[in-house]
């Protein structure tokens, strides 16, 4: 059992179909780096993923985390393995070099995140959580509060976590009742409890720094009123030398279904020394640049994960001997064409998902990094609509790629062996946190469509109709054309009778959310087939280019159709459902 990073793939999508360091060359952070760099980053990353990684990972799912006395022992080799990882410099790289970051596009560092996520996604929990954090304290925090925390995040002795749920109100954060009190000296006391936080209590650094959702005195109800502070495990001078334990205890962690050797803990904050971040009730706001990037970094997750079922199907396929094939003849069950079926349907979803990450990567750092306004604005209303698409449709198909490898190996797949069943669990969970799916696919619909203003899916269909207008000379690429051209007219149909029907029936509505996003999901991924396709020529690789071309052609004939049955379920509509006794559901 074994994994190997798929490289070829990354590097062709970085060089030859996104072209990545052309279409970064007018940010001066990134004047520096060039493809030859990315393409060593990346090797590296692999090596690390492979060699260090994914040796660890079983034992992880095996051992779990401890927890004794408040205190909580992460499995074996995690904490030697997460010490190598920042002494690698992989914790910062693509952190701000004023505070000791590498600064590297985020582009890149989310190709090394689905390396890490394919190897070890318990693991790589610890290491997202704490970019991002990064992320929320460097967009939003005062300077002194960057200079004290993000030197040491970047560098991995410290790490971060996000305190949103508590037990009583779950995505609802409007609900929370934490509480923030001013001291005199600027700081605040922060009281409440969360639970299902994920890394919020390890031994993995010296320190764990808390972004915790808050209210104050007198706040406005609901979400308006909410603020966000920075509560560190342990309370550090303006220098950050490490001070006395603050109030922040570890009540509990939770025995779950997968990601094991990942803490999900019970937080008590009691009285705790906290500093505020952004401005007052405007924590959400704030916030929200961590959800968002965590919601793409769980996307991510789905499809690490979906690469390594592949894989590890793949192989057992090849070796495994059983029926007949269509001459009579002994086969291994490669041979079957249902088995084919599913292993392309992997294939296909998998590299079309990791395209559009590129593509996202991309957009992240115009947004944060480019110096022309337009475009920045441009590249975060992508992000916008692209997120909750990204979050949910990676992780659905990810974990239909984990199933389907599992099938593939049938009774070996149920036991440990092979080590199938539990990527099915880690996968799992990817489709819950950081907001469900049917959450993801409700904002899609909702604020992203039909109360927009802002045009974000017209700016989507834009780019779809731009890719369409392009000529190529394979023929997989016409027949995608053609189909794709199908479905574009039959999501925008779909969109305008939706924008139409939402006031007066809207509750009704949001029933078909998930079909509606797995529509455009569909129409997404064909789009990143066509750039796939458009860009082939520029591979000598006659392997790669045929193997390229039979997955699309897979994806044009068996997958993309799925999105015409989706769009008629979200015009049905939900009404007999949304109307019925609870009785009867």
């Given at each position: 059992m074994s994994y190997k990073a798929p490289l070829a793939d990354m590097n062709f999508l970085v060089n030859d179909v996104f072209k990545l360091q052309d279409s970064l060359a007018d940010i001066p952070e990134f004047g520096d780096f060039d493809s030859e760099l990315y393409s060593a980053v990346l090797e590296e990353a692999a090596k690390f993923s492979e060699n260090v990684l994914f040796p660890i990972n079983r034992n992880g799912d095996e051992q779990e985390c401890h927890f004794k006395n408040g205190q909580v022992t992460t499995p074996d080799g995690f904490k030697e393995a997460y010490q190598e990882y920042a002494s690698c410099g992989w914790q910062g790289v693509s952190g701000d070099p004023d505070y000791g970051g590498q600064g590297l596009p985020k582009t890149i560092n989310l190709l090394t995140e689905e390396m890490v996520y394919a190897t070890n996604t318990s693991f790589c929990l610890y290491s997202s959580l704490t970019s991002g954090a990064y992320q929320a304290i460097h967009a939003h925090a005062s300077e002194e509060l960057k200079r004290t925390y993000l030197p040491p995040m970047l560098e991995g002795r410290w790490a971060g976590a996000m305190g949103l749920t508590e037990p009583h109100?779950?995505?609802?954060?409007?609900?929370?009742?934490?509480?923030?009190?001013?001291?005199?000296?600027?700081?605040?006391?922060?009281?409440?409890?969360?639970?299902?936080?994920?890394?919020?209590?390890?031994?993995?650094?010296?320190?764990?720094?808390?972004?915790?959702?808050?209210k104050l005195p007198g706040a406005p109800e609901g979400p308006r009123g909410i603020s966000l502070f920075l509560v560190p495990k342990v309370n550090v001078d303006k220098s950050g030398n490490l001070l006395d334990i603050n109030e922040v205890s570890c009540g509990s962690i939770e025995h779950k279904m997968g990601i094991k050797g990942s803490a999900t803990c019970v937080m008590n904050f009691d009285n705790a020394n906290g500093f505020l971040v952004g401005e007052e009730n405007k924590g959400l706001f704030a916030m929200f640049t961590m959800m968002n990037l965590e919601r793409l970094s769980i996307g991510v997750q789905g499809i690490g994960l979906a690469e390594t079922s592949y894989q590890l199907a793949k192989s057992y396929a090849i070796d495994r001997k059983q029926g007949r094939d269509v001459n009579g003849k002994a086969a291994n069950i490669v041979q079957h064409t249902d088995v084919r079926r599913m292993l392309l349907s992997q294939r296909a979803y998998t590299e079309a998902g990791r395209a559009l990450t590129v593509f996202m990567g991309m957009q992240i750092d115009k947004q944060y990094h480019h110096p022309d306004k337009l475009i920045r604005d441009k590249s975060a209303d992508l992000m916008a609509i692209l997120t909750p698409i990204a979050k949910a449709f990676f992780t659905d198909k990810g974990y239909d790629a984990c199933n389907q490898g599992l099938q593939i190996l049938g009774g070996h797949g149920y036991i440990r062996e092979w080590g199938l069943e539990q990527l099915v669990r880690d996968a799992k969970i990817a489709q819950i946190y950081e907001g469900t799916n049917g959450i993801q696919a409700q904002d899609l619909m909702v604020r992203k469509v039909c109360l927009d203003k802002s045009g974000l899916m017209e700016s989507l269909i834009v780019l779809v109709d731009l890719m369409l207008t392009k000529e190529c000379e394979l023929e997989e690429f016409k027949q995608l054309k053609t189909t794709l051209c199908e479905v574009k007219d039959k999501v925008v149909e779909t969109t305008c009778w939706l924008k139409d029907n939402y006031g007066d029936r809207g509750y009704e509505l949001q029933g078909g959310a998930t079909d509606y996003l797995h529509a455009v999901g569909h129409m997404i991924y064909g789009w990143m087939w066509l750039e796939i396709l458009f860009n082939l020529d520029r591979q000598s690789d006659e392997l790669f280019k045929q193997r390229k071309r039979m997955a699309a052609c897979f994806f044009t004939e068996q997958l993309l159709p799925q999105a015409f049955e989706h769009c008629r379920k979200v015009t049905i509509g939900f009404k007999k459902l949304s109307d019925v006794d609870n009785e009867l559901i």
């Open positions: 109100a779950g995505s609802d954060l409007g609900l929370i009742k934490t509480k923030a009190v001013s001291n005199k000296d600027g700081s605040f006391q922060i009281t409440g409890t969360k639970i299902f936080i994920t890394g919020g209590e390890h031994d993995l650094t010296e320190n764990i720094i808390h972004l915790v959702l808050a």
